[in-house]
């Protein structure tokens, strides 16, 4: 892969192609700051979307292993929400 300075590129979970980024907004994770982006690859049309999280605030989270439990448990709810508003969106 080619590295650049697009600090937006993300390859597609699907073929590996570049995505890009469709949509971006300000979210929330445990009382700070995040962005939501959606993403879609030009290559096979897949769209996705991601949340960024300060590595800070993620360290944090996973050194406490009980509470991060409750999150990754909560995070896949979210990212199913999100796919299934972009499936809807893509319709
Ligand atoms: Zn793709």
Redesign the pocket.
Known sequence: MKITDESNCMP?P????R?RVKDTRMSSFQGERCVIRRRV?P????AWSTKEVPVEVLSVLVADQRRWHMLAGALRGAIGDLEEEERGASD
């Open positions: 597609c699907k073929c590996g192609d995505g690859c290559a096979c049309g897949w």
